[in-house]
Protein backbone atom coordinates (compact mmCIF):
# COMPACT_ATOMS: atom_id res chain seq x y z
CA UNK A 1 0.00 0.00 0.00
CA UNK A 2 1.18 3.50 -0.96
CA UNK A 3 2.00 5.87 1.96
CA UNK A 4 -1.16 8.23 2.19
CA UNK A 5 -0.03 10.63 4.77
CA UNK A 6 2.07 13.46 3.85
CA UNK A 7 3.83 14.02 7.61
CA UNK A 8 5.21 10.64 7.10
CA UNK A 9 7.60 12.33 4.95
CA UNK A 10 8.45 15.18 7.28
CA UNK A 11 8.17 13.60 10.35
CA UNK A 12 9.27 10.15 9.93
CA UNK A 13 6.82 9.02 12.23
CA UNK A 14 5.62 6.16 10.63
CA UNK A 15 9.14 5.05 9.60
CA UNK A 16 9.27 3.63 13.50
CA UNK A 17 5.64 3.72 15.21
CA UNK A 18 5.88 0.11 14.38
CA UNK A 19 8.78 0.39 17.90
CA UNK A 20 5.64 0.64 20.13
CA UNK A 21 4.87 -3.24 19.68
CA UNK A 22 8.39 -4.60 18.69
CA UNK A 23 10.24 -3.01 21.85
CA UNK A 24 7.90 -4.92 24.53
CA UNK A 25 7.59 -8.32 22.10
CA UNK A 26 11.28 -8.19 22.04
CA UNK A 27 12.00 -7.42 25.65
CA UNK A 28 9.34 -10.65 26.01
CA UNK A 29 11.24 -12.81 23.85
CA UNK A 30 14.71 -11.95 25.34
CA UNK A 31 13.30 -12.52 28.83
CA UNK A 32 12.03 -16.46 27.75
CA UNK A 33 14.73 -17.31 25.72
CA UNK A 34 17.59 -16.14 28.03
CA UNK A 35 15.92 -18.21 30.70
CA UNK A 36 17.45 -17.90 34.22
CA UNK A 37 20.30 -16.16 32.99
CA UNK A 38 18.23 -12.79 32.91
CA UNK A 39 17.23 -13.95 36.67
CA UNK A 40 18.99 -10.97 38.33
CA UNK A 41 18.23 -7.86 35.66
CA UNK A 42 14.97 -9.17 33.45
CA UNK A 43 12.80 -7.25 35.70
CA UNK A 44 14.64 -3.88 35.39
CA UNK A 45 14.28 -4.85 31.02
CA UNK A 46 10.28 -5.10 31.37
CA UNK A 47 10.02 -1.78 33.33
CA UNK A 48 13.12 -0.41 30.69
CA UNK A 49 10.99 -1.37 27.39
CA UNK A 50 7.85 0.18 28.82
CA UNK A 51 9.17 3.45 29.90
CA UNK A 52 10.85 3.62 26.50
CA UNK A 53 7.47 3.03 24.11
CA UNK A 54 5.98 5.68 26.81
CA UNK A 55 7.93 8.16 25.47
CA UNK A 56 7.65 7.20 22.03
CA UNK A 57 3.98 7.38 21.94
CA UNK A 58 3.97 10.50 23.87
CA UNK A 59 6.62 11.70 21.04
CA UNK A 60 4.17 10.39 18.00
CA UNK A 61 1.08 12.53 19.84
CA UNK A 62 2.84 15.89 19.99
CA UNK A 63 3.66 15.05 16.12
CA UNK A 64 -0.17 13.99 15.52
CA UNK A 65 -0.56 17.37 16.65
CA UNK A 66 0.70 18.96 14.03
CA UNK A 67 -1.11 17.25 11.25
CA UNK A 68 -4.26 18.40 9.57
CA UNK A 69 -5.87 15.29 8.95
CA UNK A 70 -4.41 13.99 12.52
CA UNK A 71 -4.37 10.48 10.98
CA UNK A 72 -1.22 8.15 9.70
CA UNK A 73 -1.57 4.73 8.55
CA UNK A 74 1.28 2.39 7.10
CA UNK A 75 1.34 -1.07 5.34
CA UNK A 76 4.19 -2.82 6.32
CA UNK A 77 4.06 -5.97 4.43
CA UNK A 78 0.93 -8.43 3.26
CA UNK A 79 -0.14 -10.60 6.18
CA UNK A 80 -2.84 -12.72 4.24
CA UNK A 81 -3.22 -12.50 0.51
CA UNK A 82 -5.06 -15.63 -0.55
CA UNK A 83 -7.20 -15.15 -3.72
CA UNK A 84 -9.46 -11.73 -2.99
CA UNK A 85 -8.68 -11.80 0.57
CA UNK A 86 -5.72 -9.44 1.03
CA UNK A 87 -4.84 -8.29 4.14
CA UNK A 88 -2.09 -6.11 5.29
CA UNK A 89 0.05 -6.16 8.10
CA UNK A 90 -0.49 -2.54 8.90
CA UNK A 91 -0.59 0.86 11.24
CA UNK A 92 -3.25 3.09 12.24
CA UNK A 93 -2.35 6.08 13.91
CA UNK A 94 -4.92 8.13 14.82
CA UNK A 95 -6.61 10.34 17.97
CA UNK A 96 -8.55 7.40 19.24
CA UNK A 97 -5.18 4.99 19.17
CA UNK A 98 -3.28 7.61 20.14
CA UNK A 99 -5.01 8.04 23.59
CA UNK A 100 -5.10 4.05 24.23
CA UNK A 101 -1.43 4.39 23.68
CA UNK A 102 -1.07 7.04 26.44
CA UNK A 103 -3.15 5.03 28.99
CA UNK A 104 -1.25 1.30 28.07
CA UNK A 105 2.17 3.18 28.42
CA UNK A 106 1.88 5.64 30.59
CA UNK A 107 0.13 3.61 33.54
CA UNK A 108 1.45 0.54 32.22
CA UNK A 109 4.79 1.76 32.87
CA UNK A 110 4.15 3.04 36.36
CA UNK A 111 2.24 -0.58 37.28
CA UNK A 112 5.44 -2.36 35.93
CA UNK A 113 7.64 -0.33 38.53
CA UNK A 114 4.96 -1.34 41.04
CA UNK A 115 5.41 -4.87 40.31
CA UNK A 116 9.47 -4.80 40.64
CA UNK A 117 8.79 -4.56 44.78
CA UNK A 118 5.75 -6.56 44.35
CA UNK A 119 7.06 -9.88 42.84
CA UNK A 120 10.73 -8.84 44.26
CA UNK A 121 10.92 -12.00 46.20
CA UNK A 122 8.87 -14.31 44.04
CA UNK A 123 11.33 -17.12 42.07
CA UNK A 124 9.66 -16.28 38.87
CA UNK A 125 9.66 -12.68 38.41
CA UNK A 126 11.77 -12.81 35.10
CA UNK A 127 9.38 -14.87 33.44
CA UNK A 128 6.00 -12.46 34.89
CA UNK A 129 8.08 -9.35 33.12
CA UNK A 130 8.20 -11.18 29.91
CA UNK A 131 4.37 -12.01 30.45
CA UNK A 132 3.63 -8.87 31.34
CA UNK A 133 5.71 -7.15 27.75
CA UNK A 134 3.76 -9.49 25.90
CA UNK A 135 0.23 -8.53 27.32
CA UNK A 136 1.81 -4.99 26.55
CA UNK A 137 2.93 -5.89 22.95
CA UNK A 138 -0.43 -7.43 22.43
CA UNK A 139 -2.60 -4.82 23.45
CA UNK A 140 -1.07 -1.92 21.63
CA UNK A 141 -1.22 -4.28 18.36
CA UNK A 142 -4.82 -4.67 19.26
CA UNK A 143 -5.52 -0.78 19.41
CA UNK A 144 -3.21 0.44 16.37
CA UNK A 145 -4.24 -2.35 14.02
CA UNK A 146 -5.48 -1.03 10.35
CA UNK A 147 -8.14 -3.07 10.39
CA UNK A 148 -9.97 -5.91 11.83
CA UNK A 149 -8.01 -8.82 11.40
CA UNK A 150 -4.63 -7.18 12.71
CA UNK A 151 -7.21 -6.30 15.89
CA UNK A 152 -8.08 -9.69 15.77
CA UNK A 153 -4.37 -10.81 16.52
CA UNK A 154 -3.79 -8.37 18.79
CA UNK A 155 -6.77 -9.68 20.71
CA UNK A 156 -6.45 -13.24 20.79
CA UNK A 157 -2.35 -12.15 21.87
CA UNK A 158 -4.05 -10.48 24.94
CA UNK A 159 -6.13 -13.57 25.77
CA UNK A 160 -2.69 -15.72 25.45
CA UNK A 161 -1.00 -13.36 27.87
CA UNK A 162 -3.73 -12.85 30.32
CA UNK A 163 -4.23 -16.68 30.59
CA UNK A 164 -0.26 -16.56 31.57
CA UNK A 165 -0.48 -13.69 34.09
CA UNK A 166 -4.16 -14.71 35.74
CA UNK A 167 -2.67 -18.54 36.18
CA UNK A 168 1.15 -17.52 36.78
CA UNK A 169 0.94 -19.07 39.88
CA UNK A 170 0.51 -22.30 38.68
CA UNK A 171 0.78 -24.26 42.18
CA UNK A 172 -2.39 -22.62 43.27
CA UNK A 173 -5.48 -24.77 41.64
CA UNK A 174 -7.84 -21.40 42.00
CA UNK A 175 -5.46 -19.52 40.33
CA UNK A 176 -5.11 -22.48 37.06
CA UNK A 177 -8.91 -22.81 37.23
CA UNK A 178 -9.07 -19.00 36.72
CA UNK A 179 -6.90 -18.81 34.18
CA UNK A 180 -8.93 -21.99 32.18
CA UNK A 181 -12.27 -20.03 33.14
CA UNK A 182 -11.06 -16.88 31.43
CA UNK A 183 -9.47 -17.84 28.53
CA UNK A 184 -12.83 -20.33 27.74
CA UNK A 185 -15.62 -17.40 28.26
CA UNK A 186 -13.33 -14.91 26.07
CA UNK A 187 -13.20 -17.79 23.46
CA UNK A 188 -16.76 -17.67 23.79
CA UNK A 189 -16.56 -14.10 22.98
CA UNK A 190 -13.84 -14.04 20.41
CA UNK A 191 -15.91 -16.45 18.28
CA UNK A 192 -18.56 -13.59 17.74
CA UNK A 193 -15.54 -11.50 16.59
CA UNK A 194 -14.43 -13.67 14.40
CA UNK A 195 -17.58 -14.31 12.64
CA UNK A 196 -18.44 -10.83 11.87
CA UNK A 197 -15.13 -10.63 10.68
CA UNK A 198 -15.77 -13.29 8.19
CA UNK A 199 -19.20 -11.25 7.62
CA UNK A 200 -17.30 -8.55 6.75
CA UNK A 201 -15.18 -9.91 4.02
CA UNK A 202 -18.27 -12.11 2.17
CA UNK A 203 -20.35 -8.79 2.03
CA UNK A 204 -18.09 -6.25 1.91
CA UNK A 205 -14.74 -8.09 0.23
CA UNK A 206 -12.45 -6.43 2.97
CA UNK A 207 -11.63 -6.38 6.79
CA UNK A 208 -9.99 -2.66 6.28
CA UNK A 209 -11.49 -0.05 8.79
CA UNK A 210 -11.60 2.29 5.79
CA UNK A 211 -13.64 -0.28 3.39
CA UNK A 212 -15.51 -1.94 5.80
CA UNK A 213 -16.70 1.83 7.37
CA UNK A 214 -17.44 3.30 3.69
CA UNK A 215 -19.30 -0.01 2.30
CA UNK A 216 -21.61 -0.72 5.65
CA UNK A 217 -24.32 1.79 4.96
CA UNK A 218 -25.23 -0.49 1.50
CA UNK A 219 -25.73 -2.90 3.47
CA UNK A 220 -29.10 -5.05 4.37
CA UNK A 221 -30.73 -3.91 7.81
CA UNK A 222 -30.19 -7.68 9.02
CA UNK A 223 -26.53 -7.72 8.11
CA UNK A 224 -25.87 -4.24 9.70
CA UNK A 225 -27.56 -5.98 13.06
CA UNK A 226 -26.03 -9.59 12.88
CA UNK A 227 -22.28 -8.31 12.52
CA UNK A 228 -22.74 -5.28 15.51
CA UNK A 229 -23.80 -8.29 17.80
CA UNK A 230 -21.48 -9.94 17.04
CA UNK A 231 -18.87 -7.29 17.51
CA UNK A 232 -20.59 -7.00 20.82
CA UNK A 233 -20.67 -10.42 22.04
CA UNK A 234 -16.78 -9.76 21.30
CA UNK A 235 -16.60 -6.60 23.27
CA UNK A 236 -18.51 -8.00 25.98
CA UNK A 237 -16.20 -11.40 26.16
CA UNK A 238 -12.74 -8.94 26.93
CA UNK A 239 -14.74 -6.33 29.01
CA UNK A 240 -15.96 -8.98 31.16
CA UNK A 241 -19.63 -7.22 30.52
CA UNK A 242 -23.14 -9.52 30.63
CA UNK A 243 -23.15 -12.33 30.01
CA UNK A 244 -19.64 -12.91 29.54
CA UNK A 245 -18.74 -10.94 32.99
CA UNK A 246 -17.97 -14.31 35.19
CA UNK A 247 -14.45 -14.49 34.85
CA UNK A 248 -13.14 -11.10 35.35
CA UNK A 249 -13.75 -11.50 39.00
CA UNK A 250 -12.01 -14.82 39.17
CA UNK A 251 -9.15 -13.45 37.64
CA UNK A 252 -8.15 -11.77 40.60
CA UNK A 253 -6.14 -14.84 40.96
CA UNK A 254 -3.15 -13.69 39.66
CA UNK A 255 -0.83 -11.32 41.07
CA UNK A 256 -1.89 -7.77 41.98
CA UNK A 257 0.08 -6.14 39.54
CA UNK A 258 -2.00 -8.46 36.80
CA UNK A 259 -5.37 -7.23 38.30
CA UNK A 260 -4.34 -3.29 38.13
CA UNK A 261 -2.95 -4.03 34.27
CA UNK A 262 -6.23 -6.11 33.02
CA UNK A 263 -8.98 -4.05 34.99
CA UNK A 264 -7.35 -0.36 34.49
CA UNK A 265 -5.23 -0.11 31.71
CA UNK A 266 -6.03 -2.95 29.16
CA UNK A 267 -7.88 -5.87 28.58
CA UNK A 268 -11.03 -5.19 29.97
CA UNK A 269 -10.49 -1.78 27.64
CA UNK A 270 -10.39 -3.58 24.66
CA UNK A 271 -14.23 -3.90 24.06
CA UNK A 272 -15.12 -0.24 24.17
CA UNK A 273 -11.97 0.47 22.08
CA UNK A 274 -13.47 -2.27 19.74
CA UNK A 275 -17.08 -0.68 20.00
CA UNK A 276 -15.53 2.91 19.59
CA UNK A 277 -13.43 2.01 16.65
CA UNK A 278 -16.58 0.42 15.10
CA UNK A 279 -18.70 3.43 15.51
CA UNK A 280 -20.44 3.71 11.74
CA UNK A 281 -21.43 0.31 12.16
CA UNK A 282 -23.10 0.83 15.29
CA UNK A 283 -24.57 4.32 14.43
CA UNK A 284 -26.21 2.93 11.63
CA UNK A 285 -28.66 0.94 13.60
CA UNK A 286 -31.03 2.45 16.49
CA UNK A 287 -31.61 -1.38 17.91
CA UNK A 288 -28.04 -1.86 18.00
CA UNK A 289 -27.27 0.84 19.88
CA UNK A 290 -30.24 0.42 22.39
CA UNK A 291 -28.83 -3.10 22.64
CA UNK A 292 -25.56 -2.03 24.09
CA UNK A 293 -26.86 0.37 26.28
CA UNK A 294 -29.35 -1.96 27.44
CA UNK A 295 -25.88 -4.44 28.13
CA UNK A 296 -24.47 -1.58 29.90
CA UNK A 297 -27.03 -0.47 32.41
CA UNK A 298 -27.98 -3.79 33.31
CA UNK A 299 -23.91 -5.08 34.33
CA UNK A 300 -23.31 -1.71 35.66
CA UNK A 301 -26.23 -2.55 38.60
CA UNK A 302 -25.20 -6.20 38.55
CA UNK A 303 -21.71 -5.17 39.50
CA UNK A 304 -22.35 -2.46 42.12
CA UNK A 305 -25.37 -5.11 43.97
CA UNK A 306 -22.60 -8.20 43.73
CA UNK A 307 -19.34 -5.42 45.22
CA UNK A 308 -21.57 -4.47 48.06
CA UNK A 309 -21.82 -8.05 49.22
CA UNK A 310 -18.01 -8.92 48.70
CA UNK A 311 -15.58 -9.51 51.51
CA UNK A 312 -12.28 -9.77 49.56
CA UNK A 313 -10.62 -6.30 48.96
CA UNK A 314 -9.78 -7.23 44.85
CA UNK A 315 -12.78 -8.79 44.27
CA UNK A 316 -14.73 -5.96 45.39
CA UNK A 317 -12.86 -3.68 43.20
CA UNK A 318 -13.02 -6.31 40.39
CA UNK A 319 -17.10 -6.35 40.75
CA UNK A 320 -16.50 -2.07 40.57
CA UNK A 321 -14.56 -2.41 37.23
CA UNK A 322 -17.28 -4.55 35.47
CA UNK A 323 -19.76 -1.61 36.82
CA UNK A 324 -17.40 1.19 35.69
CA UNK A 325 -17.09 -0.45 32.32
CA UNK A 326 -21.06 -0.80 32.18
CA UNK A 327 -20.98 2.77 32.32
CA UNK A 328 -18.26 3.03 29.48
CA UNK A 329 -20.74 0.71 27.65
CA UNK A 330 -23.69 2.83 28.24
CA UNK A 331 -21.69 6.11 26.64
CA UNK A 332 -20.84 4.42 23.57
CA UNK A 333 -24.37 2.50 23.19
CA UNK A 334 -26.12 5.75 23.55
CA UNK A 335 -24.54 7.38 20.41
CA UNK A 336 -22.90 11.08 18.85
CA UNK A 337 -21.19 12.52 21.59
CA UNK A 338 -21.42 10.35 24.26
CA UNK A 339 -18.74 8.34 22.68
CA UNK A 340 -16.14 10.70 23.31
CA UNK A 341 -17.46 10.77 26.80
CA UNK A 342 -16.95 6.92 27.33
CA UNK A 343 -13.19 7.62 26.08
CA UNK A 344 -13.13 9.88 29.02
CA UNK A 345 -14.03 8.03 31.52
CA UNK A 346 -11.91 4.73 30.34
CA UNK A 347 -9.06 6.87 30.57
CA UNK A 348 -10.38 8.25 34.38
CA UNK A 349 -10.83 4.77 35.11
CA UNK A 350 -7.41 4.25 34.27
CA UNK A 351 -5.94 6.00 36.89
CA UNK A 352 -7.95 5.62 39.86
CA UNK A 353 -8.63 1.81 39.27
CA UNK A 354 -4.78 0.97 39.06
CA UNK A 355 -4.26 3.35 42.00
CA UNK A 356 -6.88 1.36 43.83
CA UNK A 357 -5.40 -2.05 42.93
CA UNK A 358 -1.97 -1.51 43.39
CA UNK A 359 -3.49 0.07 47.14
CA UNK A 360 -4.78 -3.28 47.64
CA UNK A 361 -1.62 -4.81 46.96
CA UNK A 362 0.15 -2.80 49.02
CA UNK A 363 -2.26 -3.50 51.95
CA UNK A 364 -1.93 -7.28 51.24
CA UNK A 365 1.74 -6.91 51.51
CA UNK A 366 1.53 -4.78 54.96
CA UNK A 367 -0.99 -7.43 56.02
CA UNK A 368 0.68 -10.79 55.15
CA UNK A 369 -1.46 -11.19 52.02
CA UNK A 370 -4.99 -11.33 54.23
CA UNK A 371 -7.53 -10.38 51.69
CA UNK A 372 -10.57 -10.23 54.17
CA UNK A 373 -11.66 -6.10 54.45
CA UNK A 374 -13.45 -7.80 57.59
CA UNK A 375 -10.26 -8.75 59.31
CA UNK A 376 -8.91 -5.17 58.44
CA UNK A 377 -9.28 -1.81 60.30
CA UNK A 378 -7.69 1.01 61.73
CA UNK A 379 -4.99 0.81 59.13
CA UNK A 380 -4.42 4.39 58.24
CA UNK A 381 -2.27 4.65 61.38
CA UNK A 382 0.07 2.29 59.72
CA UNK A 383 -0.02 3.24 56.18
CA UNK A 384 -0.37 6.32 55.45
CA UNK A 385 0.73 7.04 52.16
CA UNK A 386 -1.52 4.25 50.85
CA UNK A 387 -4.41 5.52 52.94
CA UNK A 388 -4.01 8.43 51.34
CA UNK A 389 -3.50 7.36 47.90
CA UNK A 390 -6.67 4.85 48.37
CA UNK A 391 -8.61 7.72 49.35
CA UNK A 392 -7.86 9.12 46.21
CA UNK A 393 -9.50 6.55 44.15
CA UNK A 394 -12.10 6.50 46.44
CA UNK A 395 -13.35 9.66 46.05
CA UNK A 396 -12.80 9.65 42.46
CA UNK A 397 -14.65 6.84 42.02
CA UNK A 398 -17.80 7.79 43.15
CA UNK A 399 -17.62 11.27 41.76
CA UNK A 400 -16.85 13.52 44.25
CA UNK A 401 -15.74 17.33 42.52
CA UNK A 402 -13.37 18.12 41.62
CA UNK A 403 -11.67 14.71 41.28
CA UNK A 404 -11.73 13.03 37.97
CA UNK A 405 -14.50 10.30 38.33
CA UNK A 406 -17.37 13.41 38.75
CA UNK A 407 -16.11 15.23 35.72
CA UNK A 408 -15.76 11.92 33.37
CA UNK A 409 -19.28 9.73 34.88
CA UNK A 410 -21.48 12.47 35.31
CA UNK A 411 -21.89 13.14 31.71
CA UNK A 412 -22.88 9.64 31.07
CA UNK A 413 -25.78 10.03 33.27
CA UNK A 414 -26.70 13.13 31.39
CA UNK A 415 -26.56 11.99 28.17
CA UNK A 416 -28.79 9.06 29.47
CA UNK A 417 -31.61 11.28 30.42
CA UNK A 418 -31.12 13.07 26.90
CA UNK A 419 -32.60 9.84 25.64
CA UNK A 420 -36.12 10.32 24.26
CA UNK A 421 -39.29 9.39 26.49
CA UNK A 422 -38.62 6.83 29.04
CA UNK A 423 -36.09 4.97 28.02
CA UNK A 424 -34.33 8.51 29.68
CA UNK A 425 -35.88 7.39 33.10
CA UNK A 426 -34.83 3.89 32.21
CA UNK A 427 -31.28 4.11 31.41
CA UNK A 428 -30.95 7.41 33.18
CA UNK A 429 -32.38 5.95 36.60
CA UNK A 430 -30.02 3.32 35.93
CA UNK A 431 -26.91 5.45 35.78
CA UNK A 432 -27.61 7.40 38.86
CA UNK A 433 -28.42 4.69 40.85
CA UNK A 434 -25.43 3.22 39.91
CA UNK A 435 -24.01 5.79 41.29
CA UNK A 436 -25.20 5.81 44.64
CA UNK A 437 -24.96 2.08 44.68
CA UNK A 438 -20.94 3.05 44.10
CA UNK A 439 -20.78 5.61 46.79
CA UNK A 440 -22.18 2.60 48.93
CA UNK A 441 -20.00 -0.02 48.30
CA UNK A 442 -16.84 1.44 47.49
CA UNK A 443 -16.71 3.37 51.52
CA UNK A 444 -17.82 0.02 52.52
CA UNK A 445 -14.35 -0.69 51.04
CA UNK A 446 -12.42 2.30 52.19
CA UNK A 447 -14.27 2.50 55.87
CA UNK A 448 -13.93 -1.40 56.68
CA UNK A 449 -9.86 -1.19 55.52
CA UNK A 450 -8.82 2.11 56.79
CA UNK A 451 -10.87 3.29 59.61
CA UNK A 452 -13.04 1.58 62.73
CA UNK A 453 -11.45 -1.45 65.15
CA UNK A 454 -8.51 -3.29 64.88
CA UNK A 455 -9.67 -6.68 63.77
CA UNK A 456 -6.71 -8.63 62.70
CA UNK A 457 -5.83 -12.25 63.20
CA UNK A 458 -3.23 -13.12 65.92
CA UNK A 459 -0.45 -13.55 63.29
CA UNK A 460 -0.54 -10.13 62.16
CA UNK A 461 1.51 -7.74 65.25
CA UNK A 462 2.63 -4.98 62.97
CA UNK A 463 1.38 -3.72 59.37
CA UNK A 464 3.85 -1.61 57.82
CA UNK A 465 3.90 0.51 54.54
CA UNK A 466 5.13 -0.67 51.49
CA UNK A 467 8.84 -0.01 50.18
CA UNK A 468 8.82 3.68 47.84
CA UNK A 469 9.42 1.48 44.82
CA UNK A 470 5.58 0.14 45.31
CA UNK A 471 4.09 3.74 47.11
CA UNK A 472 5.91 6.53 44.35
CA UNK A 473 3.52 4.78 41.67
CA UNK A 474 0.24 4.91 43.88
CA UNK A 475 1.78 8.38 44.42
CA UNK A 476 1.81 9.64 40.57
CA UNK A 477 -1.57 7.62 39.80
CA UNK A 478 -3.09 9.17 42.93
CA UNK A 479 -2.32 12.88 41.06
CA UNK A 480 -3.86 11.79 37.94
CA UNK A 481 -7.33 10.44 39.85
CA UNK A 482 -7.14 13.99 41.04
CA UNK A 483 -6.89 15.91 37.76
CA UNK A 484 -7.16 13.50 34.98
CA UNK A 485 -11.07 13.97 34.54
CA UNK A 486 -10.99 18.00 34.74
CA UNK A 487 -8.07 18.20 32.27
CA UNK A 488 -9.73 15.74 29.72
CA UNK A 489 -13.33 16.62 29.98
CA UNK A 490 -12.83 19.24 27.68
CA UNK A 491 -9.96 18.42 25.48
CA UNK A 492 -10.29 14.86 24.87
CA UNK A 493 -13.93 14.90 22.91
CA UNK A 494 -12.06 17.88 21.14
CA UNK A 495 -9.02 15.56 20.11
CA UNK A 496 -11.29 13.01 19.32
CA UNK A 497 -13.30 14.50 16.76
CA UNK A 498 -11.74 13.21 13.66
CA UNK A 499 -13.08 9.82 14.81
CA UNK A 500 -15.66 9.23 16.82
CA UNK A 501 -18.98 11.64 16.17
CA UNK A 502 -19.35 14.66 18.02
CA UNK A 503 -22.38 15.93 19.65
CA UNK A 504 -25.59 17.68 17.13
CA UNK A 505 -26.47 20.52 18.63
CA UNK A 506 -26.96 21.53 22.78
CA UNK A 507 -29.38 18.27 23.62
CA UNK A 508 -32.63 18.79 25.97
CA UNK A 509 -33.58 15.94 28.37
CA UNK A 510 -36.11 15.14 30.78
CA UNK A 511 -34.05 17.15 33.43
CA UNK A 512 -31.96 19.92 33.28
CA UNK A 513 -28.41 19.62 33.43
CA UNK A 514 -28.22 21.20 36.59
CA UNK A 515 -30.89 19.11 38.20
CA UNK A 516 -29.02 15.97 37.32
CA UNK A 517 -25.66 17.50 38.80
CA UNK A 518 -27.49 18.31 41.84
CA UNK A 519 -29.20 14.40 42.04
CA UNK A 520 -25.66 13.16 41.42
CA UNK A 521 -23.98 14.53 43.98
CA UNK A 522 -26.79 13.89 46.71
CA UNK A 523 -27.21 10.47 45.98
CA UNK A 524 -23.66 9.57 45.97
CA UNK A 525 -23.57 11.67 49.87
CA UNK A 526 -26.04 9.50 50.24
CA UNK A 527 -24.69 6.14 49.25
CA UNK A 528 -21.48 6.87 50.97
CA UNK A 529 -22.86 8.16 54.37
CA UNK A 530 -25.06 5.42 54.61
CA UNK A 531 -21.96 3.00 54.09
CA UNK A 532 -20.04 5.26 56.76
CA UNK A 533 -22.67 4.82 59.14
CA UNK A 534 -23.36 1.49 58.97
CA UNK A 535 -19.58 0.06 58.85
CA UNK A 536 -17.48 3.05 60.85
CA UNK A 537 -17.14 0.50 63.84
CA UNK A 538 -16.56 -2.19 62.14
CA UNK A 539 -17.93 -5.63 61.35
CA UNK A 540 -18.09 -9.39 62.46
CA UNK A 541 -15.71 -11.36 60.64
CA UNK A 542 -17.71 -14.15 61.05
CA UNK A 543 -20.65 -14.52 58.02
CA UNK A 544 -24.00 -13.33 58.99
CA UNK A 545 -27.48 -14.39 58.92
CA UNK A 546 -28.11 -11.99 55.38
CA UNK A 547 -31.35 -11.06 53.12
CA UNK A 548 -32.32 -12.89 50.08
CA UNK A 549 -31.11 -10.08 47.75
CA UNK A 550 -27.41 -9.88 49.93
CA UNK A 551 -27.86 -13.98 49.94
CA UNK A 552 -27.94 -13.62 45.83
CA UNK A 553 -25.63 -11.09 45.97
CA UNK A 554 -23.08 -13.53 47.38
CA UNK A 555 -23.41 -16.22 44.95
CA UNK A 556 -23.00 -13.59 42.17
CA UNK A 557 -27.07 -13.00 41.53
CA UNK A 558 -26.66 -16.74 40.78
CA UNK A 559 -25.19 -16.00 37.40
CA UNK A 560 -22.59 -18.84 37.73
CA UNK A 561 -24.92 -21.57 39.00
CA UNK A 562 -27.27 -20.53 35.61
CA UNK A 563 -24.26 -20.93 33.42
CA UNK A 564 -23.34 -23.97 35.15
CA UNK A 565 -27.26 -25.35 34.80
CA UNK A 566 -27.52 -24.01 31.24
CA UNK A 567 -23.85 -24.70 29.67
CA UNK A 568 -21.60 -26.54 31.79
CA UNK A 569 -23.71 -29.27 32.75
CA UNK A 570 -25.02 -30.00 29.55
CA UNK A 571 -21.65 -29.68 27.75
CA UNK A 572 -20.34 -31.98 29.99
CA UNK A 573 -23.13 -34.38 29.65
CA UNK A 574 -23.32 -34.28 25.96
CA UNK A 575 -19.37 -34.55 25.79
CA UNK A 576 -19.89 -37.87 27.91
CA UNK A 577 -22.63 -38.87 25.83
CA UNK A 578 -19.82 -37.97 22.83
CA UNK A 579 -17.22 -40.34 24.10
CA UNK A 580 -19.26 -43.29 24.51
CA UNK A 581 -20.52 -43.28 21.36
CA UNK A 582 -17.07 -42.58 20.10
CA UNK A 583 -15.90 -45.97 22.73
CA UNK A 584 -18.74 -48.46 22.02
CA UNK A 585 -20.24 -47.50 18.50
CA UNK A 586 -16.93 -46.02 16.52
CA UNK A 587 -14.08 -47.83 18.23
CA UNK A 588 -16.50 -50.64 18.76
CA UNK A 589 -17.34 -51.25 14.92
CA UNK A 590 -13.84 -50.65 14.00
CA UNK A 591 -12.64 -53.19 17.66
CA UNK A 592 -14.78 -55.58 16.56
CA UNK A 593 -13.80 -56.15 12.77
CA UNK A 594 -10.92 -56.08 13.80
CA UNK A 595 -11.40 -58.59 16.69
CA UNK A 596 -13.59 -60.74 13.94
CA UNK A 597 -10.68 -60.90 11.53
CA UNK A 598 -7.77 -61.92 13.95
CA UNK A 599 -10.55 -64.51 15.63
CA UNK A 600 -10.87 -65.61 12.29
CA UNK A 601 -7.21 -65.65 11.42
CA UNK A 602 -6.65 -67.77 14.17
CA UNK A 603 -8.73 -70.47 13.47
CA UNK A 604 -8.01 -71.01 9.73
CA UNK A 605 -4.24 -70.91 11.37
CA UNK A 606 -5.20 -74.09 13.34
CA UNK A 607 -5.69 -75.68 9.93
CA UNK A 608 -1.94 -75.31 8.89
CA UNK A 609 -0.62 -78.10 10.71
CA UNK A 610 2.58 -78.97 8.74
CA UNK A 611 1.65 -82.35 8.21
CA UNK A 612 1.87 -84.13 4.85
CA UNK A 613 -1.09 -86.28 5.64
CA UNK A 614 -3.43 -83.62 6.88
CA UNK A 615 -2.71 -81.89 3.29
CA UNK A 616 -3.35 -84.61 1.41
CA UNK A 617 -6.68 -85.18 3.33
CA UNK A 618 -7.49 -81.81 2.66
CA UNK A 619 -6.80 -82.42 -0.92
CA UNK A 620 -9.09 -85.53 -1.26
CA UNK A 621 -11.54 -83.81 1.15
CA UNK A 622 -12.37 -80.98 -1.57
CA UNK A 623 -11.87 -83.16 -4.31
CA UNK A 624 -14.70 -85.50 -3.11
CA UNK A 625 -16.85 -82.16 -2.55
CA UNK A 626 -15.81 -81.08 -6.02
CA UNK A 627 -17.05 -84.30 -7.55
CA UNK A 628 -20.19 -84.92 -5.47
CA UNK A 629 -21.46 -81.22 -6.86
CA UNK A 630 -20.68 -82.11 -10.49
CA UNK A 631 -22.76 -85.09 -10.55
CA UNK A 632 -25.49 -83.33 -8.58
CA UNK A 633 -25.86 -80.89 -11.52
CA UNK A 634 -25.36 -83.27 -13.95
CA UNK A 635 -28.22 -85.93 -12.05
CA UNK A 636 -30.40 -82.59 -12.07
CA UNK A 637 -29.66 -82.55 -8.31
CA UNK A 638 -28.96 -79.30 -8.38
CA UNK A 639 -30.16 -76.15 -10.52
Same mark, same amino acid.
Given at each position: MEQTVEYAQATGLLGSVWLLVAIPLASAAILLLLGRRADRWGHWLGVASVGVIFV???????????????????? *????? $? =? #????? &?? @???????????????????? *????? $? =? #????? &?? @???????????????????? *??NNYVMLYVGWEGVGLASYLLISFWTDRPSAATAGKKAFLMNRVGDAGLAIAIFIMFATLGSTQYADVFNGAGALAGGTVLAMGLLLLLGAAGKSGQFPLQAWLPDAMEGPTPVSALIHAATMVTAGVYLIARSNPIFSLDPTLQTVVVSVGALTLLMGCIIGAAKDDIKRVLAWSTVSQIGYMFLGVGLGGGAY????????????????????????????????????????????????????????AIIGIPPLSGYFSKEPIIAAAFERHGWT???YGGAALLGAGLTAFYMTRLFVLTFHGPKRWTDDIEHPHESPKIMTVPLVLLAVGSIAAGGLMATSVPEWLTPTLPVAEGEAHGVLSHTAITVLSIVVTV???????????????????????????????????????????????????????????????????????VGGGSG????????????????????AVLVMAAFLAVQMGWLV
Open positions: LGLTYFLQLRGLENRSAELS *LWDFI $A =V #GNLHV &DF @GLLFDPLAAVFVLLITGVGF *LIHVY $A =V #GYMEH &DA @GRRRFFAYFNLFVAAMLLLV *LGALAIVHLLAHGFFKANMFLGAGSVMHGMKDQVDIRRFGGLSKYMRITWLTFATGWLAWLLGAGLAWLLFRAGTAPQEQPAGALVRAARRNLYTDAFNEAVFEKPGVFLTRALVYLDNRGVDGLVNGLAAARLRRLQTGFVRSYAMSMLTG
